[in-house]
């Protein structure tokens, strides 16, 4: 199982800091594919390279995580006991209700989610001319 975790993480790190590493310097974003040949661009080939290997090993540890679940799926059901709790050393206070149901956070993170994200989505919505040109990378 550690292996599958590892192979998980490792394989992220492989992936994404490639793209943190080109995008930093002037890669384009969203590129449909990557012309090796193009001189502009051949610097950031060994980095594409890099990110695939870490795709291959993220394959790798999602067929282990398959493995492991189907594994589990095969394996005898277990007795796990009965649950034991630990005591608290100090004796819990009473919490008013409104903090223990879920309507007070759930307004909150409406309110901050509005209060975040509504103003800026707004500016842009409302300004005229704000699309973004595309950059074409490679053969036309």
């Known amino acids: 199982m550690r292996t599958q975790l590892w192979l998980w993480f490792v ?3 492989v ?12 890669m384009p974003r969203r590129m449909a594919y990557f012309d090796f040949g193009d001189p502009a661009i051949a610097p950031q080939a060994l ?3 890099f990110s695939a290997i870490g795709g291959f090993i993220l394959l790798t540890s999602g067929i282990l995580f398959l493995v492991i679940l189907a594994r589990g799926m095969r394996s005898p059901a277990a007795e796990t006991g009965a ?8 004796q819990p206070a009473t919490v008013p209700l409104a903090l223990n149901t879920h309507a007070l956070w759930v307004a909150l993170m409406i309110a901050l989610t509005i209060t975040n994200y509504g103003y800026p989505i707004l500016t842009l919505a409302m300004t005229e001319g704000t699309s973004v040109p595309a950059v074409y990378v490679g053969a036309q």
């Open 15 to 26: 992936t994404t800091f490639p793209w943190h590493w080109v995008g930093i310097l002037g």
């Open 11 to 13: 394989g992220m790190i």
């Open 83 to 90: 649950y034991r709790f630990s005591l608290a050393v100090h």
């Open 47 to 49: 980095s594409v390279t």
